[in-house]
Protein backbone atom coordinates (compact mmCIF):
# COMPACT_ATOMS: atom_id res chain seq x y z
CA UNK A 1 0.00 0.00 0.00
CA UNK A 2 3.06 3.06 0.91
CA UNK A 3 5.04 1.34 -2.22
CA UNK A 4 1.79 2.56 -4.37
CA UNK A 5 0.65 5.42 -2.94
CA UNK A 6 4.35 6.51 -3.17
CA UNK A 7 4.12 5.53 -6.83
CA UNK A 8 0.27 7.77 -7.09
CA UNK A 9 2.08 10.36 -5.20
CA UNK A 10 5.46 10.97 -7.54
CA UNK A 11 2.66 10.20 -11.18
CA UNK A 12 0.75 12.79 -9.43
CA UNK A 13 3.76 15.35 -8.93
CA UNK A 14 4.66 14.22 -12.46
CA UNK A 15 1.02 15.51 -13.95
CA UNK A 16 1.61 18.48 -12.36
CA UNK A 17 4.86 19.34 -13.37
CA UNK A 18 4.15 18.73 -17.42
CA UNK A 19 0.60 20.63 -16.80
CA UNK A 20 2.94 23.40 -16.06
CA UNK A 21 4.68 23.13 -18.80
CA UNK A 22 1.37 22.79 -20.92
CA UNK A 23 0.32 25.96 -19.52
CA UNK A 24 3.58 28.20 -20.31
CA UNK A 25 3.09 26.35 -24.04
CA UNK A 26 -0.51 27.53 -24.19
CA UNK A 27 0.71 31.13 -23.80
CA UNK A 28 3.61 31.05 -25.83
CA UNK A 29 1.31 29.70 -28.74
CA UNK A 30 -1.31 32.42 -27.53
CA UNK A 31 1.19 35.18 -28.14
CA UNK A 32 2.82 33.68 -31.26
CA UNK A 33 -0.70 33.17 -32.70
CA UNK A 34 -1.58 36.44 -31.75
CA UNK A 35 1.37 38.05 -33.56
CA UNK A 36 0.86 35.79 -36.48
CA UNK A 37 -2.37 36.98 -36.99
CA UNK A 38 -1.23 40.56 -36.93
CA UNK A 39 1.62 39.81 -39.23
CA UNK A 40 -1.05 38.82 -41.86
CA UNK A 41 -3.15 42.13 -41.26
CA UNK A 42 -0.01 44.19 -41.57
CA UNK A 43 0.91 42.36 -45.00
CA UNK A 44 -2.50 43.05 -46.38
CA UNK A 45 -2.56 46.36 -45.36
CA UNK A 46 0.53 46.76 -47.02
CA UNK A 47 -0.81 45.04 -50.47
CA UNK A 48 -4.28 47.27 -50.23
CA UNK A 49 -2.11 50.25 -49.94
CA UNK A 50 0.09 49.38 -52.82
CA UNK A 51 -3.15 48.21 -54.86
CA UNK A 52 -4.74 51.32 -53.89
CA UNK A 53 -1.51 53.18 -55.16
CA UNK A 54 -0.68 51.34 -58.15
CA UNK A 55 -2.39 54.06 -60.42
CA UNK A 56 -0.48 56.53 -59.11
CA UNK A 57 2.61 57.52 -60.88
CA UNK A 58 5.88 56.60 -58.38
CA UNK A 59 9.51 56.63 -58.63
CA UNK A 60 10.96 53.28 -58.84
CA UNK A 61 12.76 53.97 -55.38
CA UNK A 62 9.09 54.10 -53.65
CA UNK A 63 8.57 50.77 -55.39
CA UNK A 64 11.43 48.77 -53.74
CA UNK A 65 10.91 50.85 -50.59
CA UNK A 66 7.24 49.09 -50.29
CA UNK A 67 8.56 46.45 -51.68
CA UNK A 68 10.77 46.01 -49.42
CA UNK A 69 8.75 46.43 -46.12
CA UNK A 70 6.48 44.10 -47.49
CA UNK A 71 9.27 41.27 -47.78
CA UNK A 72 10.82 42.30 -44.00
CA UNK A 73 6.87 42.01 -42.65
CA UNK A 74 6.64 38.54 -44.90
CA UNK A 75 10.10 37.17 -43.14
CA UNK A 76 8.63 38.12 -39.72
CA UNK A 77 5.81 35.94 -40.54
CA UNK A 78 7.76 32.85 -41.80
CA UNK A 79 9.45 32.83 -38.53
CA UNK A 80 7.15 33.51 -36.41
CA UNK A 81 5.30 30.64 -38.15
CA UNK A 82 8.07 28.37 -37.94
CA UNK A 83 8.20 29.16 -33.98
CA UNK A 84 5.01 27.99 -34.21
CA UNK A 85 5.16 24.53 -35.68
CA UNK A 86 8.25 24.18 -33.65
CA UNK A 87 6.31 24.45 -30.65
CA UNK A 88 3.55 22.29 -31.82
CA UNK A 89 6.43 19.66 -32.98
CA UNK A 90 7.94 20.37 -29.10
CA UNK A 91 4.11 19.79 -27.50
CA UNK A 92 3.57 16.38 -29.93
CA UNK A 93 6.59 14.25 -28.77
CA UNK A 94 5.64 15.57 -25.01
CA UNK A 95 2.07 14.16 -25.69
CA UNK A 96 3.28 11.14 -27.45
CA UNK A 97 5.49 10.33 -24.64
CA UNK A 98 3.20 10.82 -22.36
CA UNK A 99 0.25 8.26 -24.03
CA UNK A 100 3.43 5.75 -24.03
CA UNK A 101 3.56 6.55 -20.41
CA UNK A 102 -0.08 6.38 -19.55
CA UNK A 103 -0.86 2.92 -21.70
CA UNK A 104 2.27 1.63 -19.85
CA UNK A 105 0.79 2.41 -16.35
CA UNK A 106 -2.47 1.65 -17.36
CA UNK A 107 -1.49 -2.30 -18.32
CA UNK A 108 -0.29 -2.19 -14.73
CA UNK A 109 -2.78 -0.83 -13.29
CA UNK A 110 -4.91 -3.33 -15.07
CA UNK A 111 -2.83 -6.54 -14.38
CA UNK A 112 -3.06 -5.20 -10.80
CA UNK A 113 -6.72 -4.87 -10.45
CA UNK A 114 -7.06 -8.40 -12.45
CA UNK A 115 -5.16 -10.27 -9.31
CA UNK A 116 -7.32 -8.60 -7.46
CA UNK A 117 -10.51 -9.44 -8.91
CA UNK A 118 -9.06 -12.59 -8.87
CA UNK A 119 -7.95 -13.23 -5.27
CA UNK A 120 -11.67 -11.97 -4.30
CA UNK A 121 -13.55 -14.15 -6.05
CA UNK A 122 -11.36 -16.98 -4.94
CA UNK A 123 -12.88 -15.99 -1.41
CA UNK A 124 -15.72 -14.03 -1.94
CA UNK A 125 -18.20 -16.09 0.00
CA UNK A 126 -19.73 -14.86 3.27
CA UNK A 127 -18.70 -17.69 4.88
CA UNK A 128 -15.08 -17.45 4.07
CA UNK A 129 -15.60 -13.69 5.30
CA UNK A 130 -17.11 -14.78 8.97
CA UNK A 131 -14.05 -17.72 9.20
CA UNK A 132 -11.92 -15.28 8.34
CA UNK A 133 -12.98 -12.64 11.02
CA UNK A 134 -14.15 -15.77 13.63
CA UNK A 135 -10.36 -17.32 13.58
CA UNK A 136 -9.08 -14.22 14.94
CA UNK A 137 -7.34 -15.03 17.88
CA UNK A 138 -8.30 -11.36 19.62
CA UNK A 139 -11.38 -9.31 19.47
CA UNK A 140 -8.65 -6.75 18.86
CA UNK A 141 -7.25 -8.85 15.91
CA UNK A 142 -10.61 -9.40 14.62
CA UNK A 143 -11.30 -5.68 14.51
CA UNK A 144 -7.55 -5.08 12.42
CA UNK A 145 -9.29 -7.91 9.78
CA UNK A 146 -12.64 -6.19 9.54
CA UNK A 147 -10.50 -2.21 8.99
CA UNK A 148 -8.48 -4.39 6.46
CA UNK A 149 -11.19 -6.22 4.68
CA UNK A 150 -13.04 -2.50 4.22
CA UNK A 151 -9.17 -0.93 3.00
CA UNK A 152 -8.89 -3.81 0.36
CA UNK A 153 -12.63 -2.92 -0.75
CA UNK A 154 -12.21 0.56 -0.80
CA UNK A 155 -8.27 0.49 -2.63
CA UNK A 156 -9.91 -2.20 -5.22
CA UNK A 157 -12.72 0.51 -5.99
CA UNK A 158 -9.68 3.45 -6.13
CA UNK A 159 -8.27 1.08 -8.91
CA UNK A 160 -11.07 0.86 -10.88
CA UNK A 161 -11.59 4.45 -10.82
CA UNK A 162 -8.01 5.23 -11.24
CA UNK A 163 -8.32 2.97 -14.33
CA UNK A 164 -11.16 5.04 -15.20
CA UNK A 165 -9.57 8.37 -15.15
CA UNK A 166 -6.47 7.06 -16.93
CA UNK A 167 -8.18 5.61 -20.34
CA UNK A 168 -10.27 9.05 -20.50
CA UNK A 169 -7.08 10.82 -20.04
CA UNK A 170 -5.15 9.31 -22.63
CA UNK A 171 -8.29 9.38 -24.85
CA UNK A 172 -8.07 13.32 -24.49
CA UNK A 173 -4.45 13.39 -25.02
CA UNK A 174 -5.33 11.03 -28.25
CA UNK A 175 -7.60 14.07 -29.48
CA UNK A 176 -5.44 16.74 -28.53
CA UNK A 177 -2.42 15.34 -30.53
CA UNK A 178 -4.55 14.37 -33.96
CA UNK A 179 -5.58 18.60 -33.22
CA UNK A 180 -2.39 19.00 -32.84
CA UNK A 181 -0.99 17.40 -35.87
CA UNK A 182 -3.80 18.84 -38.33
CA UNK A 183 -2.72 22.51 -37.17
CA UNK A 184 1.09 22.26 -37.64
CA UNK A 185 0.44 20.28 -41.32
CA UNK A 186 -2.06 23.91 -41.86
CA UNK A 187 1.32 25.52 -40.68
CA UNK A 188 3.39 24.19 -42.77
CA UNK A 189 1.30 24.04 -46.00
CA UNK A 190 0.61 28.53 -45.14
CA UNK A 191 4.12 29.13 -44.48
CA UNK A 192 5.28 26.77 -48.01
CA UNK A 193 2.78 29.77 -50.00
CA UNK A 194 4.25 32.20 -47.68
CA UNK A 195 7.69 31.25 -48.50
CA UNK A 196 6.59 31.21 -52.48
CA UNK A 197 5.18 34.38 -52.42
CA UNK A 198 8.16 35.60 -50.77
CA UNK A 199 10.66 34.47 -53.33
CA UNK A 200 8.71 36.28 -56.02
CA UNK A 201 9.02 39.48 -53.89
CA UNK A 202 12.41 39.46 -54.36
CA UNK A 203 12.90 38.51 -57.60
CA UNK A 204 11.08 41.98 -58.27
CA UNK A 205 13.20 43.55 -55.65
CA UNK A 206 16.25 42.42 -57.59
CA UNK A 207 14.73 43.38 -60.68
CA UNK A 208 14.53 47.26 -59.18
CA UNK A 209 17.29 47.21 -57.30
CA UNK A 210 19.48 46.65 -60.57
CA UNK A 211 17.96 49.44 -62.55
CA UNK A 212 18.85 52.00 -58.98
CA UNK A 213 22.24 50.86 -59.14
CA UNK A 214 22.57 51.68 -62.22
CA UNK A 215 21.75 55.40 -61.33
CA UNK A 216 22.98 55.22 -57.67
CA UNK A 217 23.88 59.10 -58.31
CA UNK A 218 20.28 60.22 -58.88
CA UNK A 219 18.25 58.00 -56.66
CA UNK A 220 21.18 58.95 -53.36
CA UNK A 221 20.32 62.63 -54.85
CA UNK A 222 16.60 61.87 -54.31
CA UNK A 223 16.80 60.31 -50.58
CA UNK A 224 19.06 63.21 -49.69
CA UNK A 225 16.57 65.72 -51.04
CA UNK A 226 14.06 63.71 -48.91
CA UNK A 227 15.83 64.04 -45.68
CA UNK A 228 16.35 67.70 -46.34
CA UNK A 229 12.83 67.69 -46.35
CA UNK A 230 12.38 65.64 -43.07
CA UNK A 231 14.63 67.84 -41.29
CA UNK A 232 12.98 71.13 -42.39
CA UNK A 233 9.65 69.63 -40.95
CA UNK A 234 11.27 68.37 -38.05
CA UNK A 235 12.87 71.87 -37.19
CA UNK A 236 9.78 73.71 -37.96
CA UNK A 237 8.13 71.33 -35.47
CA UNK A 238 11.13 72.07 -32.53
CA UNK A 239 10.29 75.60 -33.06
CA UNK A 240 6.70 74.95 -32.45
CA UNK A 241 7.06 73.17 -29.36
CA UNK A 242 10.09 75.16 -28.01
CA UNK A 243 7.31 78.29 -28.44
CA UNK A 244 4.70 76.30 -26.43
CA UNK A 245 6.44 75.71 -23.80
CA UNK A 246 7.69 79.49 -23.46
CA UNK A 247 4.31 80.71 -23.70
CA UNK A 248 2.81 78.16 -21.11
CA UNK A 249 5.62 79.15 -18.92
CA UNK A 250 5.38 82.99 -19.29
CA UNK A 251 1.83 82.69 -17.35
CA UNK A 252 3.57 80.95 -13.99
CA UNK A 253 6.71 83.53 -14.24
CA UNK A 254 9.01 81.16 -15.35
CA UNK A 255 11.56 81.95 -18.16
CA UNK A 256 12.18 78.62 -19.66
CA UNK A 257 11.56 77.73 -22.75
CA UNK A 258 13.03 73.78 -23.10
CA UNK A 259 11.08 72.47 -19.66
CA UNK A 260 7.26 72.67 -18.56
CA UNK A 261 6.72 74.43 -15.37
CA UNK A 262 3.68 71.62 -14.03
CA UNK A 263 1.07 72.54 -11.49
CA UNK A 264 0.45 69.42 -9.11
CA UNK A 265 -2.70 68.48 -11.62
CA UNK A 266 -0.30 68.37 -14.74
CA UNK A 267 2.03 66.62 -12.79
CA UNK A 268 -0.27 63.68 -12.20
CA UNK A 269 -1.59 64.06 -16.21
CA UNK A 270 1.99 63.28 -16.58
CA UNK A 271 2.69 60.29 -14.76
CA UNK A 272 -0.71 58.74 -15.73
CA UNK A 273 0.78 59.30 -19.21
CA UNK A 274 4.40 57.24 -18.44
CA UNK A 275 2.53 54.62 -16.72
CA UNK A 276 0.54 53.60 -20.11
CA UNK A 277 4.35 53.39 -22.05
CA UNK A 278 4.04 50.42 -24.09
CA UNK A 279 -0.07 50.35 -24.01
CA UNK A 280 -1.00 53.19 -26.05
CA UNK A 281 -3.28 52.97 -29.50
CA UNK A 282 -2.49 53.64 -32.51
CA UNK A 283 -3.15 57.58 -33.90
CA UNK A 284 -4.77 55.86 -36.67
CA UNK A 285 -7.10 53.10 -36.92
CA UNK A 286 -5.24 51.02 -39.67
CA UNK A 287 -1.85 51.31 -41.00
CA UNK A 288 2.06 50.55 -41.67
CA UNK A 289 4.99 52.34 -40.21
CA UNK A 290 7.38 53.67 -43.37
CA UNK A 291 10.21 55.80 -41.65
CA UNK A 292 10.57 54.59 -37.88
CA UNK A 293 12.17 56.79 -35.36
CA UNK A 294 15.95 57.76 -35.49
CA UNK A 295 18.65 57.10 -37.87
CA UNK A 296 18.89 53.81 -39.77
CA UNK A 297 20.39 53.35 -43.09
CA UNK A 298 18.28 53.72 -46.16
CA UNK A 299 16.78 50.19 -46.91
CA UNK A 300 18.44 50.52 -50.89
CA UNK A 301 21.24 52.81 -50.62
CA UNK A 302 22.90 51.55 -47.89
CA UNK A 303 25.45 54.60 -47.88
CA UNK A 304 22.88 56.84 -47.13
CA UNK A 305 21.05 57.30 -43.46
CA UNK A 306 17.74 58.61 -43.01
CA UNK A 307 16.97 60.53 -39.46
CA UNK A 308 13.60 60.82 -37.87
CA UNK A 309 12.54 62.55 -34.82
CA UNK A 310 8.96 60.80 -35.35
CA UNK A 311 7.45 57.62 -36.84
CA UNK A 312 5.48 57.94 -40.56
CA UNK A 313 2.51 55.73 -40.74
CA UNK A 314 0.82 55.10 -44.32
CA UNK A 315 -2.93 54.71 -43.59
CA UNK A 316 -6.37 54.32 -46.12
CA UNK A 317 -7.33 57.33 -48.01
CA UNK A 318 -9.79 59.79 -45.93
CA UNK A 319 -8.08 57.79 -42.70
CA UNK A 320 -8.70 60.06 -39.12
CA UNK A 321 -5.67 61.04 -36.72
CA UNK A 322 -6.86 59.84 -33.21
CA UNK A 323 -5.26 60.72 -29.45
CA UNK A 324 -3.28 58.31 -28.16
CA UNK A 325 -4.42 59.96 -24.46
CA UNK A 326 -6.49 62.61 -22.82
CA UNK A 327 -5.06 65.63 -23.12
CA UNK A 328 -5.20 69.81 -24.15
CA UNK A 329 -4.75 71.06 -27.66
CA UNK A 330 -1.60 73.14 -26.84
CA UNK A 331 -1.00 74.02 -30.71
CA UNK A 332 -2.86 74.12 -34.12
CA UNK A 333 -0.74 75.44 -36.33
CA UNK A 334 0.45 74.59 -40.35
CA UNK A 335 3.45 73.05 -41.31
CA UNK A 336 5.62 74.30 -44.46
CA UNK A 337 6.06 70.92 -46.46
CA UNK A 338 3.52 69.04 -43.86
CA UNK A 339 -0.25 70.70 -43.88
CA UNK A 340 -1.42 71.25 -40.43
CA UNK A 341 0.24 69.63 -37.13
CA UNK A 342 -2.25 69.13 -33.86
CA UNK A 343 0.01 69.40 -30.52
CA UNK A 344 -1.31 67.63 -27.37
CA UNK A 345 -0.30 67.98 -23.96
CA UNK A 346 -0.35 65.82 -21.43
CA UNK A 347 1.63 67.42 -18.52
CA UNK A 348 5.28 68.06 -19.69
CA UNK A 349 4.72 65.31 -22.43
CA UNK A 350 3.90 65.65 -26.13
CA UNK A 351 2.10 64.02 -29.03
CA UNK A 352 2.06 65.93 -32.25
CA UNK A 353 0.25 64.83 -35.48
CA UNK A 354 1.07 66.32 -38.49
CA UNK A 355 0.10 66.07 -42.25
CA UNK A 356 -3.21 67.11 -41.59
CA UNK A 357 -5.59 68.15 -44.47
CA UNK A 358 -8.65 69.15 -41.85
CA UNK A 359 -8.48 69.65 -38.17
CA UNK A 360 -11.10 68.91 -36.02
CA UNK A 361 -9.86 70.77 -33.19
CA UNK A 362 -8.84 74.30 -31.79
CA UNK A 363 -6.26 75.58 -29.40
CA UNK A 364 -7.20 74.69 -25.98
CA UNK A 365 -9.94 71.99 -26.44
CA UNK A 366 -9.60 69.51 -24.21
CA UNK A 367 -9.73 66.11 -25.85
CA UNK A 368 -10.32 62.15 -24.58
CA UNK A 369 -8.52 59.03 -25.32
CA UNK A 370 -9.46 57.92 -29.18
CA UNK A 371 -11.19 61.20 -30.29
CA UNK A 372 -10.52 62.20 -34.02
CA UNK A 373 -8.83 65.25 -34.06
CA UNK A 374 -8.46 65.43 -38.19
CA UNK A 375 -8.12 63.76 -41.30
CA UNK A 376 -4.93 63.08 -42.82
CA UNK A 377 -3.59 64.08 -46.08
CA UNK A 378 -3.15 62.41 -49.06
CA UNK A 379 0.11 63.02 -51.54
CA UNK A 380 -1.59 64.29 -55.15
CA UNK A 381 1.86 62.67 -56.79
CA UNK A 382 2.31 59.46 -54.82
CA UNK A 383 -1.52 58.83 -53.48
CA UNK A 384 -0.10 57.77 -50.42
CA UNK A 385 -1.95 59.01 -46.99
CA UNK A 386 0.99 59.32 -43.98
CA UNK A 387 0.12 60.55 -40.25
CA UNK A 388 3.60 62.19 -39.37
CA UNK A 389 3.56 61.52 -35.33
CA UNK A 390 5.89 62.34 -33.20
CA UNK A 391 6.51 61.95 -28.94
CA UNK A 392 8.39 64.72 -26.78
CA UNK A 393 8.92 65.37 -23.15
CA UNK A 394 9.73 68.82 -22.98
CA UNK A 395 12.03 68.78 -25.54
CA UNK A 396 13.32 65.55 -25.68
CA UNK A 397 12.21 63.27 -28.71
CA UNK A 398 11.01 59.63 -27.90
CA UNK A 399 10.93 56.64 -29.92
CA UNK A 400 7.04 56.14 -30.37
CA UNK A 401 7.19 52.21 -30.71
CA UNK A 402 7.98 52.10 -27.27
CA UNK A 403 4.97 53.90 -26.41
CA UNK A 404 2.51 52.50 -28.49
CA UNK A 405 1.34 48.75 -28.09
CA UNK A 406 2.91 46.84 -30.88
CA UNK A 407 4.28 49.52 -32.96
Known sequence: MRFKNSISLLFLLVVLYTGNISVYSQTSREDLEERRLELREEIQRINSLRTSNKNKEKSVLTEVEDLDRQIRTTENLIKVTNQQANLL?????????????????????????????EKSFKSKSQQSRVM????????????????????????????????KLRTV?????????????????????????????????????????KSIRQKEGQFASQIKKK?????????????????????????????????????PEAKALAANFASNKGKLPWPVRSGVVTTRFGTQPHPVVKSI??????????????????????????EVQAVKGA?????????????????????????????????????????????????????????????????????
Open 305 to 330: SINSNGVRIETDKGGKARAVFGGTVS
Open 132 to 163: FLLSSESFLQAYKRLQYMKQYANYRKQQGDEI
Open 339 to 407: NKAVMVRHGDYLTIYNNLSKVYVNKGDVVSLGQDIGEVATSSSSGKTTLYFLIYKNMDKLDPSDWILRM
Open 227 to 263: QQEISAIDKQIDEIIRASIAAANKESGSTSRDVYELT
Open 169 to 209: EMQELNASLIKQKKTKDILIAENRETRAQLGKNRQSQQVLI
Open 89 to 117: TRDINSNTNKIQSLRKELEKLKEDYAQMI
